[in-house]
């Protein structure tokens, strides 16, 4: 059974920074990532890593946040800087993991709001 450990989230005004940690244990692990869900939308792609250390950005994060991952530990890191009010939201971080087969797995979120 996968478990999740994620920390980091709070309030922070314009042009702050927040870094997130999740630690992601139980199973062989895979790409991992953090998605952002915002009230009233979709849960929505922030950044993704593989195990090579290739990294996907979503549209919003690109050049403000920066994803990383420790594959030792099965953690990752979301480092973000210059936060807008927008980037408030849901942060979920994301594992794909392998029990008899690969799937998908969500920790339980963690808040970060963003005003002033």
């Known amino acids: 059974q996968v478990q999740f450990v994620e920390s980091g989230g709070g309030s922070v005004q314009p042009g702050g920074s927040l870094r997130l940690s999740c630690e992601v244990s139980?199973?062989?692990?895979?790409?991992m990532g953090w998605y952002r869900r915002a009230p009233g939308s979709l849960r929505d792609l922030v950044a993704r890593?593989?195990?090579?250390?290739?990294?996907h950005y979503g549209d919003s994060a690109q050049g403000r946040f920066t994803i990383s991952r420790d594959s030792t530990k099965s953690m990752v890191f979301l480092q973000m800087n210059n936060l807008k009010p927008e980037d408030s939201g849901i942060y979920y971080c994301?594992?794909?993991?392998?029990?008899?087969?690969?799937?998908?797995?969500w920790g339980q979120g963690t808040q970060v709001s963003v005003s002033s």
């Open positions: 994301y594992a794909r993991a392998y029990d008899r087969q690969w799937d998908d797995y």
């Open positions: 139980g199973m062989t692990i895979g790409p």
């Open positions: 890593i593989n195990i090579q250390g290739v990294t």
